[in-house]
């Protein structure tokens, strides 16, 4: 409402009252509000959401590390430990025997060792970025596997990104990389990086047996839990992950995320 005094000459004057409805206006404020407020509590919920599987993932990766350690390095352990007690050196050749097959132990020992340590995070991702990870996870698990996995640096990218969104990256490309040999059967593995002005992609192709990725992340047995995982890790950096398999034409996964985000410094 506006009021408004207006003379007509002399002493006496009148007012002009100007009133106008504001129902509308007012009503369309309230509803930008209240959906301004759904779109911050659903935002807060999501990140919640996924901040506990991240949490959820680590605690899987420390169980998995636990279980390696357990069922593959303690058992190693325990039969060298029975071999070494049961060796008799008044008898050479049984002895020789015995320590032809504690050599090859302990080789299989220094693997198994090499390749939980591994799959911790490597110094050459801390120090030097996810190219030389990557270049060096390659390496390190073609060694490991006797898989043939090669590593392309398409771009020469040697840019830095922030810990979490390299740490991630990372995580999800052994991943793949762990479940083409595994469960896939892959004989040969590429892993590719290049990267725009505005995005770095990452490549995960192999030739291994494929499957139905629809398919898979329906199932209720936990089969689907690392690809939900990777899918998960990838929101978390606000990156975004597609999936490419059939039954027995291989896989190829890519990982695409931002390099104008704040997660994003460039540095040589």
Known sequence: MSVIPVSGGGLAQDLLILCSDITYRKEALQEIERLNQERF???????????????????????????????????????????????????????QAKLEKLQQLTVKLIQGVRMVTFNL?????????????????AAELSKLTGSNILFENRSNFNGRLDTVVETNLYRITQEAVNNAVKYAQANFILIRISHTEKMLSIVIDDDGKGFDPDEVEQKNDGSGMGLSFMRERMQFIQGRMFIHSEVGEGTRITLNVGLESDYFFFSF
């Open 121 to 137: 995070t490597p110094p050459e991702l801390s120090d030097y970025g996810i190219a030389t990870g990557l270049a060096r996870m």
């Open 41 to 95: 509590d659903e935002q807060m919920r999501q990140q919640v959401l996924r901040s506990a599987q991240i949490v959820e993932a680590q605690e899987e990766e420390r169980k998995r590390i636990a279980r390696d350690m357990h069922d593959g390095i303690g058992q190693m352990l325990t039969a060298l430990k029975f071999n070494l007690d049961a060796l008799d050196l008044s008898q050479t050749e049984k002895a």
